[in-house]
């Protein structure tokens, strides 16, 4: 089997590259990720697969306590999913990828247009390229391979195609609601081809600094605001390295900071010669997978009311909670699939994968806490890539990952042993 998938995979290289440049020409920022999934739903339809492509709009979605979008109107941001349906007696697993990308910064720091989708000694360049369309086609390769080969599965394969996941994981939040899970789930962001069965969470906040004002020329009379936020950032920074030496999971051994505290954006004061009366800070704190959201916003609200500093104790910073955060998630490094996915990745690359944690969010979080779906992040992307200028992808590692992740599902969901795959079957063994 493994040596009809990979023909399969580089007889279908030229027409799948095409496909991600479609997809990476797509601008397809936060609120204009329709153009892009009709494409998508028009390739699943071409595979074979009925499609399901809404526009999340419940209650249910809105009140859910996991609902962190800015917005309630994605008219222009549909969902895609699409089943193959199982013989029955099989597991099932969600194949999750995300179709929004980051805006591309300064388009001067770009070689080529960042929507170009241009290919240059093995890469093809262009915002969303390694973060995820280059993982999305992975999927689409493996659903189509599984289609082309006629090989029937006991267990359910769910693709979806969401948006939203860069600002916390809306569209993932709206596939679960809508019954999409599973006994276990891949998604293939940019991990460098690394397996992380775990994947810290984060959240977003804004702490208010307080002072009072005064003219510059008597600035002893007032109080800096400014210079508080100096203390404030220090007890962040103490707060950071306490958090960080607890963690001793050995899957974060090579992660310099596996959860951080980032600063920013600061700002405040109204004129050059009045001493500042607010200050705000708006920052990410990372959430370990044997944390919870709760439990980490608690930490940081009882820093800001404990600093050592007369001022601060009489008018403590106010932290506020707002924007997007990701759920942490994690899956046992003994978990079948686990087993499955490193198996199939020696079988074809020859080398025992690297296994590590996630140094950022995924929607993994939300698949296994709030729709029971346990879930690993694997993928071809480049991580130190994602987000930045001239974002590339490999394009031999997305076919190289397909096929890992086409025959982890045949595993896992199991070949009926109907006639038409006796052949098949036959050269696996």
């Not at 920022?29 to 494409?39: A, I, R, S, T």
């Not at 999340?56 to 306590?65: A, L, N, T, V």
């Not at 031999?396 to 890992?404: G, L, Q, S």
Request: hydrophobic content about 35%.
């Amino acid at each position: 089997m493994l040596e009809e998938i990979q023909k399969w995979m580089m007889k279908k290289k030229p027409e799948a590259i095409s496909f991600l440049q479609q997809m990476v020409r797509k601008n397809s920022e936060q609120g204009n990720e329709k153009e892009v999934q009709l494409l998508i739903a028009e390739k699943l339809k071409d595979i074979g697969c009925e499609v399901d492509l809404w526009h999340p709009d419940e209650e249910e979605f809105f009140q859910h306590p996991y609902f962190c979008a800015t917005r309630t109107d994605f008219s222009n941001s549909p969902n895609v999913a699409a089943v193959i349906k199982g013989t029955g007696g099989g597991r099932s697993v969600v194949l999750n990828g995300h179709v929004d990308v980051v805006p591309p910064g300064d388009i001067s720091q770009w070689e080529n247009d960042p929507y170009s989708g241009t290919i240059k000694d093995g890469k093809l360049y262009g915002r969303g390229a390694t973060d995820m369309k280059g993982g999305n086609l992975c999927l689409l390769l493996a659903m189509e391979c599984i289609k082309d080969l006629k090989l029937d599965l006991k267990g359910d394969v769910i693709f979806h195609s969401v948006m939203e996941e860069e600002s916390g994981g809306a569209g993932t939040l709206a596939a679960i609601l809508r019954g999409y899970t599973a006994d276990a789930a891949i998604i293939p962001e940019p991990t460098n081809m690394k397996i992380f069965p775990s994947q810290q969470g984060s959240m977003w906040f804004r702490i208010h600094i307080f002072g009072r004002s005064a003219h510059g020329g008597t600035r002893y009379e007032g109080v800096s605001a400014l210079e508080k936020a100096m203390v404030v950032i220090q007890e962040i920074q103490r707060l950071e390295k306490t958090r960080n030496e607890r963690i001793t999971d050995p899957l974060y051994e090579k992660i310099p900071i596996p959860v951080p505290i980032n600063l920013g954006k600061i700002s405040g004061g109204d004129w050059p010669s009045s001493v500042p009366d607010c200050i705000m800070i708006e920052g990410r704190i990372g959430v370990a997978p044997d944390e919870t959201l709760e439990q980490v916003r608690k930490e940081l609200e009882d820093r800001m009311t404990s600093i050592q500093d007369d001022w601060l104790t009489k008018h403590p910073p106010r932290v506020e909670w707002f924007g997007a955060q990701w759920l942490p998630g994690s899956i046992d490094t003994e978990h079948e699939l686990m087993q499955l996915l490193k198996k199939r990745f020696k079988d074809i690359s020859g080398a025992e994968p690297v296994i590590e944690a996630s140094p950022w969010g995924t929607d993994g979080g939300l698949l296994t806490a709030v729709g029971h779906t346990p879930s690993i992040v694997f993928g071809p992307g480049v991580t130190s890539v994602a987000h930045y200028p001239d974002e590339y992808i490999e394009l031999d590692k997305i076919f190289e990952a397909a096929a890992m992740i086409t025959l982890t599902i045949l595993d896992w969901c199991e070949v009926a042993h109907q006639p038409q795959q006796k052949e098949l079957l036959k050269k696996e063994k």
